[in-house]
């Protein structure tokens, strides 16, 4: 790299010695100098150069002197590593010119020896206040980036150097929700564009938080549907606990929007949530020119399965037993066991419940009747009869009382 300084003095002989002092350096490539009589021109030279790396300037010049310049060098955004030249006696305006932002001084007569580490010395702090301006700059990059998936606290600490290795794809075990809206194409066909932007962004907007408050990742957002990690880019041992929360959280956010939109004459579909863990292949898949970190396996498909499940059982949340489990004090009730499209085996799936709901009368009540059903007990029909007769809007239990009418028996079902 070569430095290009700007020396500021009125002196004639003062350009013919420097080029003559530093002929070495010049013919080398290491420097480059520009001359100038006042600050006037100083400043004019800078404009027309604005790679200018340091200025050399003397105080007592006509027209404009070397404290002016350097006030309004140290007012521009590209502030200017600025040497300031005095007589030895004058040390008032040495002491005012370091006061207003001069990175050093020299005193004249010049010691050409004593300028030239003046200026190695300036030169290196240059380079090294532009690189930390580099880095800063693609850390904030980085994070407007990162921004789109991860939580503001979770983004800062990837956006630092050396701390982006997770971003590697690369197998890890995580927790997976799945999100999709009811009706959400329909929607599409018969709303106004001004509506349904300001609905979806609303919307994905929200969600986003409460993802992010329970320090989630956010790995796809598709139109409606959103896909979130738990457990990724970095450890989070209660990852399975912390997506059952987020799904809870989503939920009730989700009902509270759209009963806010319907009190505005728009339809907006019920919210569907799945919620599955397991092994994935976890990464950064934008190749060399995009970021876009997901996740991939048959634990995103089955995450997927299960939130598409809902809409058969009449459900809003749809979790693994796997999640369940992991989570540990699991409150739900269970749904039974779900073939899957993609799965050869049965998986058992539940539905969570808040405390105060699972803490019910009607939950018990339930879980007897879903005993019953298991064990192939005959008195399965009327118990969930019973429960729906007493709860008409307990859709779970009306799903098992239709299957049971139909014919069906045991718990385990193919929805697809």
């Known amino acids: 790299m070569t430095a290009t300084i700007l020396v500021v003095d009125d002196e004639p002989d003062l350009e013919a010695l420097v080029l003559q002092k530093f002929r070495r350096q010049i013919r ?9 009589h006042d600050g006037i021109e100083a400043l004019a030279s800078i404009e027309q150069h604005p790679h200018v790396d340091m200025v050399v300037s003397d105080i007592n010049m006509p027209r404009m002197d070397g404290l002016s310049l350097l006030a309004r060098l140290q007012e521009a955004e590209d502030k200017k590593s600025t040497v300031i030249v005095s007589a030895y006696g004058d040390m008032s305006n040495i002491r005012t010119a370091m006061n207003r932002g001069a990175f050093d001084f020299l005193t004249k007569p ?114 409606d549907a959103i896909q979130v990690l738990f457990n990724a880019p970095g450890d989070q041992p209660d990852y399975a606990r912390r997506a059952i929360a987020c799904a809870h959280d989503l939920d009730a956010w989700a009902q509270a929007f759209r009963e806010r939109w319907k009190a505005r004459g728009v339809n907006f579909g019920a919210t569907r949530i799945g919620v599955h863990a397991g092994p994935a292949l976890v990464g950064n898949f934008g190749g060399s020119r ?78 007897d009747a879903f005993a019953k059903l298991e064990a192939g007990d005959a008195t399965a029909m009327p118990a969930f009869a019973a429960l729906v007769g007493l709860h008409a809007d307990d859709a779970l239990a009306g799903f098992h009382l239709k299957r049971l009418l139909n014919g069906a028996k045991g718990v385990r079902m193919q929805l697809e």
Request: proline content about 2%; some cysteine.
């Open 290 to 367: 995009f970021f876009d970190y997901t996740a991939y396996g048959d634990t995103i498909n089955t995450a997927a399965r299960l939130e598409a499940a809902n809409k058969f059982l009449g459900t809003r949340i749809c979790v693994s037993a796997v999640v369940a489990d992991a989570a540990g004090e699991f409150r739900g009730r269970p749904v039974g066991d779900l073939m899957l499209r993609g799965r050869s085996e049965p998986l058992r799936a539940y539905e969570p419940l808040p405390e105060a709901v699972f803490a019910e009368r009607a939950t018990s009540q339930y879980s």
């Open 28 to 36: 080398d490539g290491t420097v480059a100098f520009m001359f100038a």
């Open 110 to 223: 010049i010691d050409f020896g004593d300028l030239e580490t003046t200026i190695d010395k300036t030169i290196r702090h240059v380079e090294m206040m532009r690189d930390a301006r580099r880095r800063q700059a693609e850390a904030e990059r980085a994070h407007a980036s990162l921004s789109r998936y991860f939580s503001p606290q979770i983004a800062s600490r990837l956006a630092c150097e050396g701390e982006a290795d997770g971003m590697a794809v690369h197998w890890r075990d995580v927790a997976v929700i799945f999100t999709d809206i009811t009706g959400f194409t329909s929607l599409v066909e018969t709303a106004a564009a001004e509506v349904l932007g300001a609905l979806l962004n609303e919307y994905v907007g929200g969600m986003t938080d409460v993802v992010f408050a329970h320090e989630g990742t956010v790995a796809k957002i598709i139109g």
